[in-house]
Structure formats: structure tokens, C-alpha cells
């Protein structure tokens, strides 16, 4: 015999009690704000260790043309020099000496103890001339440097249009802030600062 269900017999799906489901709503609403509070406490902590880690800094002048140019953004980093050491043809952020309240970018060309010649457009450390693909213009200027102990020697690429070491004088280490890295804004100047490979070669 075959058992027919009627439209009677079928048992509607009893809904959960109040206050289970006001748990449930309760608990919901727990797991979301925690959620959030984890996602806040990641940023804040990312936030903290980018900038102990790195700077931005913002390009004015024409003193680092072709390199870099005003209104350029660029990454420096914070921990180069902490975790290793500068090397010639680095582009480096440090404050002024005569104005420590002043950032300026430069592009390192002696370290200390270094002998650095400027003559007939070209710069020498040590007696070793830099290939220096990066400038537009050589230096007209000369001159003779010896580089004290715990500073370095830093000149703008647009060499004769920047206030740099062939002006005022060496730079303390401890003055520096860190290295370029990249440039990120706008997009279309987008690019990785590399050190120069004759900049390299003549430091050796």
C-alpha cells in the first residue's frame, strides 16, 4: 500500500529560539570586530617597520639632473649603511652639515681616507678615474680633497650646478640617512637607482 503525503501532514521548520539566535547575531558581530582589530593592529605594526626601515623623500633642485629630477619621489633605505657599508657611485640622503635641519641627495664618489682629483672633466679617486655614464655635463671646476676619517665626499650629478663636497666640505657618516633605492612617482620616471659599474670598479 502506498502512503500518500498530504499538504497536512508536512511539518513546517521550526525557527530557533530567540535567544540562540541572539547569540548567534552576537557572536557574528565578535568575530567581525575582531577581525578588524587584527586587521588594524597588522597595518599599524607594517606602518611602523616600513618607516623604520625606509624614508620618502621628495626631489628639489636641479642638482642630481639627469639622475633624478624635481618632484621625483624615491625610496631611500634607512637600514644600507647598518647592515653594510657605502660604495662609491651610491646615491645617498643625509642632512646638511652647515643645516642639519635640511635633507639633500648626492651621488657618494670618495670614502674616507680617499684622495679625490677633479681635472679636465674628470673626477679621480685615488688616482683611478670614474666612468661616469650618469653625467650630462662634466665638471669645469677642479681641485684636490683628502677625505677625513668618518665622512665621505659627495657631489650632485648636474656638477656644475649643485652645492655639494667641491663647495662646503665632507660629509659625517652619521649624517646619512640612508640609500636611494627607486624612484615611484610619477609612474612614467619609474626606475631602480643602480650603482654605476666603472663608479664601482675605480672604488676597488
Do not use: C
Request: aromatic share 10%; charged share 20%.
Amino acid at each position: 500500500m502506498i502512503m500518500m503525503n498530504t499538504p497536512n501532514s508536512l511539518s513546517p521548520a521550526e525557527p530557533p529560539p530567540a535567544e540562540e539566535y541572539s547569540e548567534s547575531l552576537a557572536r557574528r558581530a565578535w568575530r567581525a570586530l575582531v577581525d578588524i582589530l587584527e586587521t588594524l593592529a597588522l597595518a599599524l605594526i607594517l606602518f611602523y617597520a616600513i618607516n623604520l626601515t625606509t624614508a620618502r623623500i621628495r626631489v628639489d633642485g636641479q642638482s642630481m639632473e639627469p639622475t633624478l629630477s624635481t618632484g621625483q619621489l624615491v625610496v631611500v633605505n634607512k637600514l644600507a649603511y647598518r647592515l653594510g657599508e657605502p660604495a662609491i657611485g651610491d646615491i645617498v640622503v643625509f642632512y646638511f652639515p652647515r643645516d642639519p635641519d635640511q635633507e639633500y641627495i648626492k651621488r657618494l664618489i670618495g670614502l674616507p681616507g680617499d684622495q679625490i682629483t677633479i681635472e679636465n672633466g674628470t673626477v679621480f679617486v685615488n688616482g683611478e678615474a670614474l666612468d661616469e655614464p650618469y653625467l650630462a655635463i662634466h665638471p669645469s671646476y677642479t681641485g684636490n680633497w683628502t677625505v677625513p676619517s668618518d665622512q665621505v665626499f659627495v657631489l650632485g650629478d648636474n656638477r656644475n650646478n649643485s652645492s655639494d663636497s667641491h663647495r662646503w666640505g665632507t660629509v659625517p657618516l652619521d649624517y646619512i640617512i640612508g640609500k636611494a633605492l627607486v624612484v615611484y612617482w610619477p609612474p612614467s620616471d619609474w626606475k631602480v637607482l643602480t650603482m654605476p659599474s666603472g663608479a664601482q670598479a675605480a672604488a676597488e
